[in-house]
């Protein structure tokens, strides 16, 4: 450009005044509208006007000078206008190349294909423009300017465009469409917005934009299946539920919430959550609020008591989860309701009887132990370690632990028991332990072992209660029995022992012998005394019984005669005591019985001697 504008400055500097080589100039100028920046033409006007003034006073003289300026002049002024022209040419060329590069640019990132195809002569549509995203996924770099649709789709979905593109060309409305089409054997759901673009000078043109929709139009049906299941889940489960929205109104129930509180659906939607909560628990309801206005978890649950329509308490679990609906950033809830009031009924009355054997432990002067059988450590109450008579904090992590403290006689005893209670499920012993002091006490161990029936149980509980006063009576009592044994052998009497509630009387061997019988031919029954009494006494002896027992006289002692098993009679004496209990009821009657036929011969003899001698 420079170049030229100096030739034409040469030429015009040897050219006579009053000609006029200066619309050589416009040749630089409009090679200026190839440059970018619209400066250019003011540039290379300003720079020929400079050589045109400046020729007129080296040009020679060709005609008259006033011809020759107005000649200059309105070649400068042609120039500028030219330089106006062009610069406002190139402006607009900038302009309309930038927003063709942002168009193309957009294009190219939007999340879809584009294109624009413009009707032929023959009335078929042919692309004229195509983005990034068209060409990668459906030409793969091939030509595509002047193609059609079945050259770039598959034959179904390029018969669908067509179709649109008619549509659109006869209505001049634009038309969204959902398309369907394989690509390598993978089905695609593509939503295709197609449109037209008016074109006033040239062939009309049609735009289109299609998206992939597949994984859309899947998350959609999977989120209408999930709604369904969830629906059927609502309405029909047995479970009470209900949505909330974010001012803890009920906005909808299920016919087990309906069913719970005893209200009508409709009486039931508005209102607000609190509405049910026993005014105890209003408070921890009201929870529900708090977190859906300032969420901080997404789920929590708690117990409560609500009251029915008719007026019940009923105790219930709540599982509330919080959510977020996609229209709106506030927050809502499901709440999961279930009864618990049978529960909680069953937890208090576990309650009592827990407390109950507590204070029967406590009374009974049990003291509860447990062993876990794979470690073999034991733990003990307090009142256990009492009964045994150890410190709190003792260690038994081992069953050699706790055999310490058992009589040296016993340990073995112990041991073979609780081996045969992993077999046998249970344990029942009774064995003698050492205190610090170097007491012995008699303790009762009783135990099963957990789970029952198990090849290879875990634990074993049990109890153990000290019996050492119980072991002190019985021997107390054997001592006793044995001086009782003692004295009937040596006074030579024959002892019966009546348990008059259960009517059943005991002989002992000397009893039996004065009646000329063995063991086994006596029964226990009372009659074996009165039956073998002697006719003429046995009235009286009945009688004289029976008011002793009842406390009509303070004694009994009778002599009668008794018959033995060979029909002989002998005479005894028999004297009782009994006892009674605090209402006077009878309850035994202990009595010794002496063989005093010898003596009554004796006397029979006197009598004879006697009655002799007074004749």
């Not at 050259?151 to 979905?157: A, F, G, I, K, L």
């Not at 001012?247 to 087990?256: G, Y």
């Not at 009821?585 to 006397?603: F, Q």
Request: net charge negative.
């Amino acid at each position: 450009v420079i170049g030229l504008i100096a030739t034409v400055g040469l030429i015009d500097a040897v050219t006579p005044l009053g000609y006029t080589p200066w619309p050589l100039y416009f040749v630089p100028l409009l090679l200026t509208s190839r440059f970018a920046d619209p400066r250019a033409p003011w540039l290379c006007a300003g720079i020929c006007s400079l050589l045109m003034i400046l020729d007129c006073f080296v040009s020679p003289l060709g005609v008259g000078i006033e011809i020759a300026v107005w000649n200059r002049t309105a070649g400068v002024i042609a120039l500028w206008l030219s330089a106006y022209l062009l610069s406002r040419y190139v402006s607009t060329k900038k302009i309309l190349q930038t927003r063709d590069a942002q168009f193309r640019l957009f294009m190219d990132h939007v999340p879809g294909l584009a294109w624009v195809k413009e009707c032929r002569e023959d009335g078929t549509l042919a692309l004229t423009y195509v983005n990034r995203r068209f060409e990668q996924t459906l030409l793969n770099g091939a030509p595509w300017h002047n193609t059609t649709d079945f050259d770039c789709w598959p034959r179904d979905m390029a018969c669908a465009l067509q179709e649109n593109d008619r549509q659109v060309l006869n209505t001049r409305q634009p038309l969204q469409t959902v398309e369907a089409y394989s690509s390598d054997g993978t089905p695609h759901m593509m939503l295709v917005n197609t449109f037209l673009i008016p074109n006033e000078s040239g062939p009309m043109r049609v735009g289109g934009i299609a998206v992939d929709v597949t994984d859309r139009i899947n998350a959609e049906s999977a989120l209408r299946t999930s709604e369904s299941r969830f629906r059927i889940v609502f309405e029909h489960g047995h479970v009470a539920m209900a949505i909330l929205d974010e001012h803890q109104r009920l906005v909808s129930v299920n016919h087990a919430f309906c069913a719970l509180t005893g209200y009508e659906e409709e009486e039931l939607l508005g209102q607000t959550y609190t509405l049910f909560s026993h005014s105890e628990y209003v408070l921890t309801t009201g929870a529900v609020t708090d977190h859906l206005v300032e969420p901080t978890i997404p789920s929590y649950a708690y117990d409560t008591r609500y009251m029915t329509k008719h007026g019940d308490l009923k105790w219930l679990t709540v599982s509330v989860s919080l959510v977020q609906s996609l229209q709106s950033p506030s927050h809502g809830a499901l709440a999961v309701i279930q009864d618990i009031t049978q529960r909680k009924s069953a937890e208090t009355a576990l309650r009592v009887s827990e407390e109950r054997l507590r204070l029967a432990i406590e009374s009974a002067a049990l003291g509860p132990w447990e062993r876990d059988l794979l470690t073999g450590r034991q733990t003990m109450s307090e009142e256990c370690l009492r009964i045994l008579g150890l410190p709190v904090g003792i260690d038994f992590s081992s069953l050699e632990h706790v055999l310490a403290y058992i009589h040296p006689e016993d340990r073995g005893m112990v041991t073979d028991a609780a081996a045969r209670a992993a077999t046998t499920g249970t344990l029942a012993i009774e064995y003698r332990v050492l205190l610090p002091d170097g007491t012995v006490r008699w303790v009762f161990d009783q135990a099963k072992v957990f789970p029952q029936g198990a090849a290879a149980p875990t634990k074993m509980v049990g109890v153990v209660m000290d019996i050492t006063d119980r072991k002190d009576a019985e021997l107390a009592l054997k001592e006793s029995d044995a001086r009782w044994q003692l004295a009937i052998q040596c006074s030579n009497d024959g002892m019966y022992d009546w348990d008059i509630p259960k009517a059943r009387v005991s002989f002992s061997p000397r009893w039996m012998e004065m009646r000329g019988c063995t063991e086994g031919e006596v029964s226990n029954c009372l009659g074996e005394k009165s039956n073998r009494i002697h006719p003429d006494d046995a009235q009286r002896v009945i009688d004289r019984m029976r008011q002793y027992v009842a406390k009509e006289i303070p004694h009994y002692a009778e002599e009668y005669r008794v018959q033995r098993r060979d029909g002989t009679f002998v005479w005894i004496f028999d004297r009782g005591m009994a006892f009674w209990d605090e209402a006077g009821t009878p309850l035994r009657m202990v009595g010794a019985e002496t063989d005093i036929s010898a003596l009554k011969t004796a006397e029979e003899e006197r009598h004879r001697l006697f009655q002799e001698v007074q004749r």
